[in-house]
C-alpha cells in the first residue's frame, strides 16, 4: 500500500510538473479605453476625408445629398464618430461600406442600421458575420453578430454607390485580407480606400482561417496601382495618409516575404521552424513595431503558403452563394 501511495503522489507531482511546464496562452490585450479616444480628422480635398479613432481608419465622402462613409470602427464609438462628421457636414448618412467583417471596422454596424443607415459589404462578410469566426492564430472565437449588425446590401464582385455628384465603385479582392475585402474608389476625388488590403507602414494581418492569402494581398496592390497615380490620395486600413511611392514600397515588402517564405515551405519546413529562422529580419526594421508582430506576420505568410484549402469549407460557402 505504501509503495502504492508513493507512486500515485510521485505520478501526481510529474503531471503537476508537465503542466507547469505547458506555455500558457498569450494574455488577452487590455480593450481600449473608447472614453478617452479622439477621433482625428484629415481632409483629403473634394469633399473627402479620413477619419481615425480606435481601430481602422474611416473614409468619409460628402455629397450634395448625403454622405458614403466607409467602415465605423467600434460601437463604442458611434457618438464620436457621428459628432466629426457632424462637423465635416449636416448632410445625412446615407450609406457604411464594410471594407471586411473584423470588429474594429463593423463594430458601429448595428448602432448606425438603427440610425437608417444602409449597410454595404461583399457577401462573404454577411455570413462571416453571421457564423461567427475563429482567430487562426490565437484560436480566439468571435460569436455570430446580431441580426441588425449584418449588412442589408450586398454585392458579389463587382458595385457602385450613387448620391448626386458622388459615386463610390466598390470593388471584390478574392482571399487578400480576408475573403470578403473590399475596395473604393472614388475616382473623381482620386481616392483609393483600402480597408486592411494596405496598411501604410507595419505588416499587415493576414486572416488566413477566413480565406486571407499573401497572393491576394499581392493582387490588392497590383490593382490599386493601376487605378491610382502620383496625385492619388490612399486611405489604408490603418496608418497614416499614403500615396502611390508608399503603396509601392508596402508591395515590394510582400512580394519578398511572399518569395522568400516560398522557398522555406518548399523545403518542408514547419512554422517553428520558419519563426526561427527569422527570414524577414532587415524587413522587421521597417515593418515590425514588436517582435510579436514580426513573429506573427511570419506565421501568417507561412500559413498563406502551406495550408492545404478546405474544400469542404468552400463547397459549403459556394453552395451557400447560390
Do not use: C
Not at 251 to 273: F, I, N, Q, Y
Amino acid at each position: 500500500m505504501l509503495r502504492i501511495g508513493i507512486m500515485a503522489v510521485a505520478t501526481s507531482l510529474l503531471l503537476a510538473g508537465v503542466a507547469l511546464a505547458q506555455p500558457s496562452p498569450p494574455a488577452a490585450p487590455p480593450p481600449p479605453d473608447f472614453s478617452k479616444a479622439e477621433i482625428k480628422t484629415t481632409d483629403l480635398g473634394d469633399n473627402i476625408y479620413m477619419l481615425e479613432g480606435v481601430g481602422g481608419n474611416i473614409t468619409v465622402a460628402v455629397a450634395k445629398d448625403g454622405i458614403i462613409m466607409v467602415d465605423g470602427q467600434y460601437a463604442p464609438l458611434h457618438d464620436k464618430i457621428k459628432a466629426a462628421i457632424a462637423a465635416i457636414s449636416n448632410q445625412p448618412i446615407k450609406y457604411l461600406i464594410d471594407t471586411h467583417f473584423h470588429g474594429d471596422h463593423t463594430g458601429g454596424n448595428e448602432l448606425f442600421a438603427k440610425d437608417g443607415v444602409i449597410i454595404v459589404a461583399q457577401i462573404n462578410v454577411k455570413n462571416r458575420l453571421a457564423d461567427g469566426t475563429t482567430n487562426g492564430l490565437t484560436g480566439a472565437k468571435t460569436p455570430p453578430a446580431p441580426p441588425g449588425a449584418l449588412p442589408s446590401d450586398t454585392y458579389t464582385n463587382f458595385s457602385k454607390l450613387r448620391l448626386s455628384g458622388r459615386v463610390a465603385d466598390l470593388k471584390h479582392i478574392a482571399n487578400a485580407h480576408t475573403d470578403g475585402d473590399t475596395y473604393i474608389w472614388f475616382k473623381t476625388a482620386n481616392v483609393l480606400a483600402t480597408g486592411d488590403t494596405f496598411t501604410n507602414g507595419h505588416y499587415p494581418n493576414i486572416d488566413f482561417a477566413n480565406g486571407g492569402n499573401i497572393r491576394g494581398m499581392i493582387a490588392a496592390t497590383d490593382a490599386y496601382l493601376k487605378l491610382t497615380n502620383a496625385k492619388s490620395r490612399i486611405v489604408p486600413g490603418h496608418g497614416p495618409i499614403a500615396d502611390k511611392a508608399a503603396l509601392t514600397e508596402y508591395r515590394t515588402m510582400l512580394v519578398a516575404a511572399r518569395d522568400r517564405m516560398a522557398v522555406l515551405v518548399k523545403e518542408g519546413k514547419s512554422e517553428d521552424d520558419v519563426v526561427a529562422a527569422k527570414p524577414f529580419a532587415d524587413l522587421d526594421k521597417k515593418w515590425a513595431p514588436t517582435e510579436l508582430a514580426s513573429k506573427n506576420f511570419i506565421r501568417v505568410v507561412y500559413h498563406s503558403l502551406a495550408d492545404k484549402t478546405d474544400k469542404k469549407a468552400l463547397l459549403k460557402r459556394m453552395l451557400r452563394r447560390g
